[in-house]
C-alpha cells in the first residue's frame, strides 16, 4: 500500500503515538515509502533486493519491539481493570454479560466480595470526596431558611 504524505503530514502523524516503539515502528514503514517513491520504479537490482530484505528484517525487529511494549501496556491495564472491580464488588463484565460464566450477568457492583485494599484505593477517596461536597454545601445553605432543616435532613435546591 502506498501513502501519498508528505514529510510534515507523516511527522505530524507520528508524533500523534505516544508509544515509542510504535512511533519508531511507523517512521521506519513511512520512510520506506519515502525511499521507494523517489526511485524510478521497477527497476529493482540485486543490491536494492539485498537492502530492501535488510529493512524489513530492522521492520520486523522494530514490530517485535512494539508488541512487547503493547503487550506489557495491555497487561498493567487488565491488572488495574480487575483491581477495580474488586474494588466496586463486581464481576469482570460488570453484570453486562448475560452468558458470563461467572456470573451470568448478575455481577454488578455491590454484588460480590469487596477487596479491601482496592476499595481503598479507588473507591474511598472519591466518597470522602463527595461527603466534603456535601458538607461544604450544606454549610453554605441558610439552615435557618431551609423548611426541610431536621425533617429529611436533605437540603432544598
Ligand atoms: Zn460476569
Redesign the pocket.
Known amino acids: 500500500m502506498k501513502y501519498s504524505l508528505t514529510e510534515e503530514q507523516i511527522n505530524g502523524f507520528l508524533n500523534e503515538i505516544s508509544n515509542p516503539a510504535l512511533r519508531n515502528l511507523f517512521r521506519m514503514m513511512l520512510q520506506n515509502q519515502l525511499e521507494e517513491r523517489s526511485e524510478s520504479p521497477r527497476r529493482i537490482t540485486l543490491n536494492k533486493a539485498v537492502e530492501d530484505v535488510k529493512h524489513l528484517l530492522e521492520i520486523n525487529k522494530a514490530m517485535k519491539i512494539a508488541l512487547n511494549d503493547l503487550k506489557t501496556e495491555n497487561e498493567r491495564m487488565v491488572h488495574r481493570y480487575r483491581k477495580i472491580t474488586r474494588a466496586l464488588g463486581a ?5 453486562e ?1 448475560v452468558i ?1 460464566p ?6 454488578i457492583p455491590g454484588s460480590m466480595m469487596i477487596d479491601e485494599e482496592a476499595f481503598n484505593s479507588y473507591v474511598y477517596p472519591l466518597i470522602q470526596r463527595i461527603t466534603q461536597t456535601v458538607d461544604h454545601t450544606a454549610n453554605e445553605t441558610p439552615v435557618t431558611n431551609s423548611p426541610y432543616n431536621g425533617a429529611t435532613g436533605s437540603t432544598p435546591n
Not at 91 to 95: D, V
Open positions: 464481576c469482570e463484565c460488570l453484570g454479560n458470563c461467572i456470573c451470568h450477568g448478575k455481577g
